[in-house]
Each structure stands twice: as C-alpha cells, then as structure tokens.
C-alpha cells in the first residue's frame, strides 16, 4: 500500500507564493499597455485570440520575473523593498523558481505564437530574453546605465500587443515602445534617490549609488527633457488625436516641472522633508504612463463617434 | 485495500493543489475556446490546399481553375 510521508516545514509556499514569483504588480502594467497596444492597432482580433494575447504576454512578463527573482535572490535578500519576497524569504527553493521561470516562458512564447503570430511569439522571446540575461545577468550589477537599456524589456509589450494584432512592427508600435522606454529612467531614478541605501547595501551599481544623488537628478531632468518630444509626437499619428495631444501637454508639463524640483533641491532639503518631491515624482510617473496609455485608448473608443482622431 | 486517513500534506498542499488544477482546466479550456475560434476562422484551412500541398496557404478560392479535358475527335 502506497502512503504519503512528509518532513513537517515551517514555512511552505502557497499557491500564491507562486504567484508573487511572477511580479503581479509589474505585470499589471504589462497587460494594460499590451492590452491599449493591440487594441488601438488598426487591425482587430476575435475577442479570444486578443484574451489569449494579452494573457501570454502577461505570463511571458511573470515568467523573465520568475528568472530575474532567481538570479537576484542573494541582493533581494539584502535589499529592504525586496527580502520578502518567495525566494530571499525561503519559501521558494531558486530551482523552484528557475524551472517555472523556463516552463511558462517557453509556454507563453508558443501560445503567443499559435494564438497570432510568429512576429509576435519572437518579440516576446526576446523580451523574456532581455529582461533575464541582458538585464537582471549582465547590465544590473555591471553598469549604471542598467535602467536605461534594461528598461527595453519593459516597453516591448504595447509593441507586442501591437504586433499580435497587425503581424508587422509600424512607428506607432515604435513609438508607443519609445514612450516606454524613455520613461523608466527618470521613473526609477526618483526612486533610487529615497532607496539608495537599499541599493547600495546590495552593491547594486544604480546611478545614484556610482554618480552621486546630484547627478541622478540632473539626469532625471536631462531624460525627462528626452522624454516631452517622444510622448508628443505619438499625437500625430494614426493612434493618436487631441484627447491625447492635451492630455500628453498637460502630464508631460507637470513631469518637467516635477523633474525641474528634484533638479534644484539639494541633499539637505531632500532629508529634511524625507524626499516629499521626489516621492511625489514617482507617484506621478506612475499616473503619466498609465493616462498616457489611456488616452491612447480613449482616442480609439471614441473614433466612431467623430471625437477621437484627427 | 483501504483508503489512509487524510495525510496532512494534503491539507497543507491544498491551496496550491488546487491553484495547479484550476490553472490547467483554464489551460485546456482556452485552447479549447481558441481552436474553436481558429477553425471557425479559417485560419488552419491553408496548410491543407491542395495545390501547393501541406503549408501552402493560398486559399481556395484563389486556386486556377482546372484545364478542361481535350475534346479532339477520332
């Protein structure tokens, strides 16, 4: 007769353990702005290929985060923001991770493919590929400029989404890419400047931990300069039209003026109010891709009605 | 043969075997929905033109038609 023995675990992970593997919160993002790319595309899928598409994308992105929390259980167990999670907290074994990371990465990347394209099940490959090995192997712990070109693996999903519905990259999937991508650097960086310490605990070389706080905030001024012409110039395209326009003018002047602050304060001003500016940068920054994509997705919904679009 | 008395790993497991098991039947469901979709599409249609044989994917409806049959008398 066949019987069940078991070592009693303190701690054993749940169904959700799992779950945190795959960075909901970061995945969150990743099905809105895939979900507004492939909706605003001009061609449309059926409504269970589009679910489909969006659900793949969404376990590609879990799966490059289920990678990187293998990789970098030694500095999340160091790092404040990061030691609970199920690998630095025990509760995941790292081959636990690293084995569901390639599953559902190769699952995802098939199912895409099947669903819509091979285009498609590509970019996402290569996505899953940047965020792992260039990113979380290579550029993290060597460069400073790790946000910068780490933050690509980030803004391929509208691309993605895109791609899935056309078959075909177009400047509006570039755009909508670069908007992505030009964002995360001043995003992070006012981050870093109140979690420096975590970071430099963890001997992780962030801007702000190589260059000093100074020069990450002009850097975060320099790239959100970068970033105005980039947001702006999705309004003239086929996606965009003036809800966009005066919702891109308006975010991105209350961006620049953010980023104008953290620029002129110091040291001192930032400790004596415990980083309110830059903290308050940061929280926008969330709010300026989220309603930039919305709007996005505001000038497709109401096209027909003669409002949306140029 | 009898069945043991329930083991606790089975109840410590239970969240996780259940979240394994809904997560497949979602699986297998959506492929399901999916290929419903895809063969009412049409999309898998093209790998069996005649033609150009497996992988082709001219439609049908684009095919040449066939030469008609030579009629010459005796």
């Not at chain 1, 919160?25 to 449309?44: D, I, K």
């Not at chain 1, 994308?57 to 970098?72: C, E, P, R, V």
């Not at chain 1, 790292?94 to 394209?117: D, H, K, R, W, Y």
């Not at chain 2, 083991?7 to 959506?30: D, K, P, Q, T, Y």
């Amino acid at each position: 007769m066949a019987d069940i023995r078991s070592f009693e675990q303190p701690q054993e992970a749940g169904f959700g353990d799992f779950v945190q593997l795959l960075k909901p919160r970061v995945m969150s993002l990743v099905v809105f702005t895939a979900f507004v790319g492939l909706m605003v595309a001009p061609v449309h899928l059926h409504p269970v290929e589009a679910f489909t598409a969006i659900l793949f994308i969404a376990l590609g992105a879990g799966a490059s985060g289920a990678l990187n929390m293998w990789w970098d259980a030694d500095i999340d167990l160091v790092m404040r923001r990061t030691k609970g999670r199920p690998v630095p907290a025990g509760l995941v074994a790292p081959g636990e991770a690293l084995a569901i990371g390639l599953a559902l990465s190769g699952i995802s990347v098939v199912m895409l493919a099947l669903a819509t394209n091979m285009l498609a099940g590509a970019l996402l490959a290569f996505t899953i590929f940047f965020y792992a090995v260039v990113y979380s192997m290579w550029l993290k712990r060597s460069t400073p400029q790790n946000i910068v070109i780490g933050g690509a693996a980030g803004a391929f999903p509208p691309m993605i989404g895109w791609v899935a519905a056309t078959g075909s990259i177009s400047t509006e999937a570039v755009l909508m890419f670069m908007l992505i991508f030009m964002w995360t650097p001043p995003h992070f960086w006012s981050l870093a400047l109140f979690m420096n310490e975590d970071y430099s605990k963890a001997g992780v070389p962030m801007l702000t931990v190589t260059h000093g706080k100074k020069s990450t905030r002009t850097h975060i001024l320099v790239y959100t300069i970068l970033l105005v012409p980039v947001a702006l110039a999705t309004s003239f395209t086929s996606i965009g039209g003036p809800i966009y326009l005066a919702t891109s003018l308006i975010l991105n002047a209350e961006f620049l003026r953010g980023a104008y602050r953290i620029w002129k304060r110091d040291e001192v001003q930032a400790e004596a109010d415990k980083y309110r500016v830059e903290k308050s940068v940061f929280k926008f920054s969330l709010l300026y891709l989220f309603l930039h994509f919305g709007a996005l997705l505001a000038e497709m919904v109401l096209r027909p009605y003669g409002i949306g679009g140029w | 043969m009898s069945f043991p008395p329930e083991h606790e790993i089975h109840r410590r497991r239970f969240s996780r075997n259940l979240g394994v098991g809904v997560a497949l039947g979602s699986f297998v469901a959506l492929v399901f929905a999916l290929t419903l979709v895809k063969v009412a599409n049409g999309d898998l249609m093209h790998a069996n033109d005649a033609p150009g044989g497996l992988g082709s994917t001219v439609p049908m409806t684009e095919m040449a038609p066939a030469p008609a049959p030579a009629t010459t008398s005796p």
